[in-house]
């Protein structure tokens, strides 16, 4: 299922015509970086009409008299019983689909290790880095599994989501409990991975399911890691960071852009507190270098991300530490953007060159059954 938002693919604010303006958006890649001040608004517009038809909010409330979260880069202050730009209901009250710290709105399945995990090419689960105090093996831990943890919500509205049902499924009533997903850990389990949508805006249902799940398990391997936009409130990094680093675990930020026009274009949303808090994480890796504990991949979309965003972001990246691996991810057209084209084998690898010559040491192109000649 696909949610389309038809405009020609021309660019309304230069007239560039042709595969590098997606249908979705309007306006291309140049003007939002050159031209924001024109090119900005219609993509926005564009955001707004998708969360209409998904009753998410189109903006963060701001209700003077609500009740605030801070859980993430939005500061939602909601009326009661209303939902924030997440999709997850924020304020006290009567309704039984509230979420917090035991209680949470997600699911959850058994990966076998190795697993398809954009950090799986360096983590322990998948190369057995850091044994034998963080896995149970020199190489991949086969026999054993990954749970892999699903938050629904997200704080992001990014119009190639790969996963954008869980904008439905946030609206759904069903609730899960922190113990119930503890419970969840078997002997053969080595890794948590919490992913989505995104953790941010149940941060504090996977810190605590992640402490339950230690206690549980005493002392034996069982990594703890996180895959997120990186929107989150610094306080709440600290604590996962901690998570990740202690338990050989790591967290995976996934850089959209660089230029903020062009992020806020592509996912609704402002880039700065993802980029601010990666540095801040980055400050972490000498607690515990091996495994890595912070990763980075930008997914390469069609004349959007192009050869320069990832210059950009690499030469951010080796800035705060040049052995941070970054995994280059090759689009794949869902969501608004269905109909966008698919990258080239060429376009990655200039990609994976710019992302070398910035100063970074270890890149990957990953998803590379989706390239095209």
């Known amino acids: 299922m696909t949610i389309e938002v038809r405009s020609s693919q021309i660019c309304r604010v230069c007239g560039l015509s042709g595969a590098k303006v997606a249908e979705a958006l309007g306006v291309c890649c140049r003007c939002l970086r050159r031209r924001p001040d024109e090119a900005l608004p219609p993509a926005m517009a564009v955001h707004g009409r998708i969360r209409s038809r998904l009753a998410l909010p189109a903006d963060p409330p701001r209700d003077p008299a609500g009740v605030s979260c801070r859980l993430c880069v939005h500061t939602c202050r909601m009326a009661k019983n209303a939902v924030g730009y997440c999709g997850l209901r924020r304020t006290p009250g009567p309704a039984r689909d509230h979420v917090g710290a035991g209680r949470g709105k997600l699911s959850w399945y058994h990966d076998p290790l190795p697993t398809n995990c954009v950090a ?172 890595p504990p912070l990763i980075a991949s930008t997914l390469l979309v069609p004349g959007y991300v192009d050869v320069e965003e990832i210059h950009q972001l690499a030469r951010f990246i080796a800035g705060i530490n040049p052995a941070i691996p970054y995994a280059l991810l090759a689009f794949h057209p869902q969501f608004a953007m269905a109909g966008h084209s698919l990258p080239t084998r060429a376009y990655a690898h200039a990609c994976r060159q710019a992302a070398y010559q910035a100063g970074l040491e270890t890149v990957r192109i990953g998803n590379r059954h989706l390239l095209i000649s």
């Not at 960071?241 to 992020?263: C, P, Q, R, Y």
């Not at 507190?273 to 980055?282: C, E, I, K, P, V």
């Open 120 to 291: 799986d090419w360096v983590c322990a689960g998948g190369t057995g880095t850091g044994y034998p105090d963080y896995a149970h093996c020199r190489g991949a831990e086969r026999g054993y599994r990954n749970l892999a943890v699903f938050f629904h919500g997200c704080s992001f509205n990014c119009l190639y989501c790969q996963n954008w049902d869980h904008k439905q499924r946030a609206a759904e009533p069903e609730i899960r409990s922190a113990r119930e997903l503890a419970a969840a850990v078997d002997r053969r389990t080595s890794c948590i991975c919490f992913f989505g949508g995104d953790p941010s805006p149940q941060l504090p249902f996977s810190i605590r399911a992640a402490r339950i799940a230690r206690a549980n398990t005493n002392s034996r391997i069982l990594r703890f890691c996180w895959e997120t936009n990186g929107s989150m409130h610094p306080g709440l990094l600290d604590r996962i960071m901690d998570l990740a680093i202690d338990s050989g675990g790591g967290v995976k930020f996934d850089l959209k852009t660089w230029d903020e026009n062009l992020h806020k274009a592509l996912t609704g949303v402002t880039n700065r507190r993802t980029l601010a808090n990666f540095r801040r994480a980055g400050r972490r890796i000498p607690e515990r270098p091996v495994p």
